[in-house]
Structures are given as structure tokens and as C-alpha cells.
């Protein structure tokens, strides 16, 4: 009796499919292995670069259907850093994304395309400045595996460019736009 299950159950696995499930990660803020960076022209004649220091967030991914794959941002707008503080309290300012009343933006993926040549295009919502508009980050897959401590992590590397009229943000000069690269790497849970 015991032949026949276990003989039924490994032709049962042989004829069907395996069938993946994405898994759950939570981005490595602590560890410091994420980062949410910017680029924003100064006026025309230079970039300053930033990024935000405090964020969190969690993903979903199966390399074997990356369009099941899914991704929630939250980052905290008042951790902004350009590395000048008072040019930080000026942007953090309501001259620009006004911080007191939007502290948080989100961003919740809606939809992820595999574009076939090893980059996939993750379009979602963000909110930003109490504004949410649909957004597409051109990403790719970095690498996945095991970790020394007996983790399994996956890495991800992202840009896109987000036009600040889109989300009510002031423009001054020739800086209507932000350029953003972003660096995610996730431990699964």
C-alpha cells in the first residue's frame, strides 16, 4: 500500500506542474543595504543629489513570474538629506514639500511588466505632497539568493523621473523634474 501512494504521489509531481509562488521580503533598512536617492537641477547650471535616510517597505517576487511581483514604499519626507542643512530646511520647507503636512510619501505598485531583456517596468501610485499620480520605474533584478547568515535576500536597482508640477511641488528655475535611483535589497521573510 505504501508503494502504491508513494508511487501514485511522484507520478501525480512528474505530469503536473511546479508551480512557484512569489515570495515576501522586507527591504534591509537597518542594515543599510536600500537606499532611495535624488538628483534635481540646480537652477540649470549644476545637480544637487540627496536621498531620504528613514523609509520601509516590503516586496513580493518570483523570479519565475516577475509579473506577479508587487512592492509598497513608505518614506519619510522629513528625513530628506542633501547634505547642506539649511538647504534641507528650505526643501522640507512648504516652499517646496512641505514636510509639517506631508511627512510620508507611498508608493504601491499596480503592475509590473517583464520587458524581456533582463529590465521590467514597476508602475504604481505614488502619493507625494498629498498628491497620488500613476508612476513606471525602469528596474532590474540585481541578484537573488542565500546570505552568509543563513538568509535568502534578493536586490533590485530602479530609476525614474518624477515631474514636480505632477505633485503640486514648486518649480524654481530650470528644476521641474527629479531624478530618482533607487537601490532595494529585500530579506525574505
Known amino acids: 500500500m505504501k508503494k502504491t501512494l508513494l508511487a501514485t504521489g511522484l507520478a501525480v509531481a512528474m505530469v503536473m506542474p511546479f508551480s512557484a509562488s512569489a515570495a515576501d521580503y522586507v527591504i534591509d533598512t537597518k542594515g543599510a543595504h536600500a537606499s532611495i536617492n535624488f538628483k534635481v537641477s540646480h537652477l540649470g547650471y549644476s545637480y544637487i543629489q540627496g536621498r531620504f535616510n528613514t523609509f520601509d517597505g516590503t516586496f513580493s517576487y518570483d523570479p519565475q513570474d516577475i509579473e506577479a511581483s508587487s512592492i509598497v514604499v513608505n518614506v519619510d519626507t522629513r528625513s530628506l538629506d542633501s547634505n547642506h542643512a539649511e538647504r534641507d530646511k528650505h526643501i522640507r520647507s512648504a516652499d517646496f514639500i512641505d514636510v509639517s503636512k506631508f511627512a510620508t510619501a507611498t508608493f504601491t505598485s499596480t503592475d509590473v511588466a517583464d520587458n524581456g531583456d533582463g529590465t521590467f517596468d514597476l508602475t504604481g501610485n505614488l502619493n507625494l505632497h498629498g498628491v497620488t499620480k500613476p508612476i513606471t520605474i525602469i528596474a532590474n533584478v540585481i541578484g537573488q539568493g542565500q546570505d552568509p547568515w543563513g538568509g535568502e535576500r534578493a536586490g533590485f536597482y530602479g530609476k525614474t523621473r518624477l515631474e514636480l ?15 530618482m535611483e533607487l537601490h532595494v535589497e529585500g530579506v525574505k521573510q
Open 165 to 179: 508640477a505632477d505633485f503640486d511641488i514648486p518649480v524654481m528655475g530650470a528644476s521641474s523634474y527629479v531624478d
